[in-house]
């Protein structure tokens, strides 16, 4: 690919920013299209999750708010994202459409930023899985891409109130809390707006479990989502190469990412041997489900800060994080009574809060009260306003008629009422499901 | 991994262009990996369109495409790609067994090359779903990656007649014509020589519809071909740097890739829209397979020019490319009554078409009217091309008694006749499955 | 991402280092990505061989092998590892907690590690599957992790006895025999101490085929293996870039990557090509799951020497690999009468054999008496401590009375009795699946 040259070559200023441009950019497409990826992952884990009757519903929710999400993304919330860092956090300038103009390397940064948001995005379609109208869905959807969630980075990363907030800002490395916090917390405020699927819940109050239609698509799910992870921490370490002001090359977040590769590692398993562990306390069995979903709650409970964990504070928030699950799942089933249906709160809205607020604690440095200080309002601000934005699009959607299906299509199943398709026509019977034992 | 020297380091002309040969070959290996991934992507997208009795013979030829192509591919296909870009395009020298001697560099350009076109290969399998014999399809395969589709890229991307037409040349970044385009067009006419499945069309000419036996598989083959995708098109801004002729090393193809990379995303995102809003406009729900195969004639669309498309450039050929999904799959199932079982032609074929017409219109830049007359000859030529030489295949073995199975082995189902197994031995009830609703 | 400086560039060697480690690291980081997605691979394809009734079961022990295995490996594994290496090869220092403290970039050499070894765990859970306790399996893939594989790599990659065996050292570039010869092995051995599953053969010991319950899942395995595969392979060529001793930047590995890929590419063609031609010699069609199995044994066949294999050497070596997996198959179960559900020794073991075996014969370069003994050597070394452990393993297990589920368990399937779980509660009747023809 390179041939002979008679010019000697002597290496610019140019040259060698061109360099390390052309390298920063390979590495963050690389993880850019692993991000992307993921959201086979949460097809695939919601797919199987959910019943037969529902599966095309649910996958058909899953390429919209990918399609639909990051058209909006692109429109409006790279922008909100950009205004709303600019005025909480200093006031400098910005640009309502630079996505639109961003150029080259811009569009590779936009689209580095779109995959994050698209994952707060689809999280939450699991809790809603079963009743919700497509059209309020798709509504949320875009609300979350245009505004909600770009509220939330503009805070955050895009340098707004809480990135300098008790004089440390809130540290939320690759969006343990910014993204799957919010999505889980989002989930779980929707799932509660749309309350329970029939059948659910007995007159008495007592819980009947629905399992979902498939295990092996659920796990296939956490292990593409798992791959995708690799991307979403490890390639928030996005320069490789960084040129200082003294204009001196050296490794960028490179110089730290084998130790956020390591946290991740640990942190993911130790979340499905937690989840394992806890099960097995329970009921005496592994539950297949638990293990995969503890993997899971392992890498949201590391993704704040796997750039300063120790090695063992990655295995011990990854044990938290996949011991809570079983637990916070039971909870929000029995005592909230709400039917979080993939268990989206557990997975990503508590283990991302769990990972946040750990952040201190489990760090390499001594403990900083002003760290623990700007973790809790970091926390606490993202939920409060993901609760009551999503509370209230919601209860708009209710107030017009238009939150949930009737009780004869939810019968029937969303794939038939909403999308006229059956899933599988050779496997099915046609017959409404009968929900089997209560727990 | 690098220690520390006592002898100063001075980077000489051959350091620096192995430092630029080392980051191109990361990435040229890196997309390859993803652009091969596909075939899983094809594989699931296929099976899940297919009857249960079929899908173990769509699967095996999904691994037969891809093995006994890229081994024909290596000792053939290279070589005739190569011999037809210099007889057509004014006569370099060439080797009809270059990629056999190519050496180290080579191979990965080989390779690169190699797994576009089994890309193409692989498209014709889904339209013959469910009634080709395995040894027609397979004499197809060994010809289309030996001959027919090297006489394409040789017309093409070798350097060949087409590649300086109208003083402009054909213009497709990444295939959208001539791989996917290509592809569609020959599914079609494999599927037109064929005949339609047994029960496919009813006496007075109304069409059946046979739905496949897993949408979930469907989707699952969507999104690994959405994230190859971005192998196959981000990845054909292959030089991450360059070194010009002055011997400057400034970045090559990646000046662009963000361009590359935001058309992409939206053309797949509006091409889901598109397909969408049709399939509301048409029945008033929004079918889960016109979403998923929208995206993807989304992405086939801007396939022949992200490098150039304007972001709402992108936009529109993605919506139309999407749009006419469910036109163009009516008009083939009902007026052509082709039997295109995956829906490969609309998919693959007019969206291929529809995007090489497009690119003059939807790029930065005046439009041009030599690229307009060079899009026509290309899209003219390639399309006549692959008509010919694969009715022409299929007009032999036809005439040999060797096209088709037998109706009772098409009853039976492929799987048992043409490979001795069940694909779900405890589903099934070996009974012939019912064919459902007319449409 | 660069921006103006007005302090001149002057390359340093410390900045020539850190370009050069960085675009090491990026490239070791993807591939180590790809390695781990294999996992998924696995999965699927174990998942898709074994009955309904077992299937979580067998995604369990995929999920927990990861988990509970990297874990092990980083607290035990990779430090005995160092250790073998060190006290058979000549005795350097070593430090058996060197994971823990490895510091960035060798916590990426040890995840590059980490993920060869849980593969070599992952392939046992396929011979094992329908009948093993979990507690049993769990227990084997910890000694698995923190002993049994790191003695392996101790005595090769990490400069052991056989790394300079009969002068030249055992050639086995990414793991042929080291990770899927020795997996191989130790699932035929853990199969046979485990006995057949009930059923599996006749009072005649004439054998039962008990297909597995999805071909599709199998097939997307195959293809999700093959797609990791490049990462096993190609990546093993870790270094895009060195730093001579004096002080020269040039190609590294990849001066000869372009090889590696192209040889692995054939070999998996001829793989699924070898072993589709066999299953039509003898039965007359092309069974699915040999093609899908025979690709992978092409790619375990390749393994060990993609580096320096000629182009017709690794079809030679994909063909025999492919061709001899029916056959081997058909030995052990009808001769040995071991019950390996999923074929994991004629895939892993014996074609890693043959791999091992054949570098001599199929490389540039003459052949060499040295190589063969070395590469003999290699293979009865690993292949007998692999056999000594596990069987000691399992027999101990055994005599615990704690190795395998009671048969009322085993008909039941080991996802109710071990999980708690249906993987399909919609589509399974509850009763226990016949066992059909025999063969």
């Known amino acids: 690919m390179v041939g002979e040259f008679l010019v000697p070559l002597q290496l610019s200023d140019a ?4 360099m ?3 390298i920063n950019l390979l590495w963050v497409l690389v993880v850019t299209f692993l991000i992307f990826f993921m959201h086979a992952g949460f097809a695939m884990l919601e797919a199987g999750q959910v019943r037969s009757k529902n599966v095309a519903n649910q996958l058909t929710k899953n390429l919209l708010t990918w399609s ?3 058209t909006m993304f692109f429109l409006i919330g790279a922008g909100v994202s950009s205004m709303v860092g600019s005025i909480t956090g200093g006031g400098g300038e910005y640009s309502l459409v630079g996505a639109l103009t961003a150029g080259s390397a811009g ?3 936009w689209l580095f930023g779109a995959v994050f948001a698209m994952t707060a995005a689809t999280i939450v379609s699991g809790a809603v899985a079963g009743r919700a109208k497509l059209r309020a869905y798709m509504t949320y959807t875009i609300l979350l891409a245009a505004v909600i969630y770009p509220v939330v980075t503009g805070l955050t990363w895009a340098g707004g109130f809480l990135a300098s907030v008790a004089g440390v800002g809130f540290h939320d490395f690759a969006g343990g809390m910014i993204v799957h916090g919010m999505g889980g917390v989002a989930g779980l405020t929707a799932a509660w707006m749309l309350g329970p699927r029939l059948e659910r ?3 008495d109050g007592s819980a009947n479990v629905i399992p979902g239609h498939s295990i092996t698509f659920a796990v296939l799910g956490t292990l593409v989502l798992a791959f995708g992870w690799y991307g979403f921490n490890v390639g928030t370490a996005a320069s490789v190469l960084t040129i200082t002001d003294a204009g001196v090359v050296e490794l960028g977040a490179f110089s730290y990412v084998g130790r956020v590769a390591m946290a991740t590692t640990l942190a993911m398993a130790m979340g499905a041997i937690g989840a394992s562990a806890m099960s097995l306390l329970q009921t005496g069995k592994v539950d297949t489900l638990y293990v995969a979903n503890g993997l899971l709650a392992g ?3 590391i993704t704040a800060f796997p750039d300063t964990a120790t090695w063992w504070g ?4 990854g044990l938290l994080a996949g011991g809570q699950l079983p637990i916070v799942f039971g909870f929000v089933e029995k005592r909230l009574k709400i039917d979080d249906v993939c268990a989206v709160f557990p997975v990503h809205g508590s ?3 769990l990972g946040a607020l750990a952040y201190p604690f489990l760090s390499v440095g001594a403990i900083s009260t002003s760290a623990i200080v700007a973790q809790v309002a970091g926390v606490a601000l993202i939920t409060g306003w993901t609760v009551v934005a999503t509370a209230t699009v919601f209860g708009v959607l209710k107030a017009l008629g238009q939150m949930r299906v009737t009780p004869e299509h939810e019968r029937e199943g969303l794939d038939i009422s909403e999308h006229g398709v059956e899933t599988y026509p050779e496997f099915s019977d046609g017959d409404e499901m009968t929900v089997p034992d209560s727990s």
């Open 15 to 18: 040259e060698i920013q061109a």
């Open 20 to 22: 390390v441009e052309g």
């Open 68 to 70: 639909v999400g990051v």
């Open 107 to 109: 569009w590779v940064s």
């Open 201 to 203: 819940y007995n007159a």
């Open 299 to 301: 890498l949201v409970g």
């Open 314 to 317: 990655a295995m011990v928030v």
């Open 351 to 353: 283990a991302g809060m």
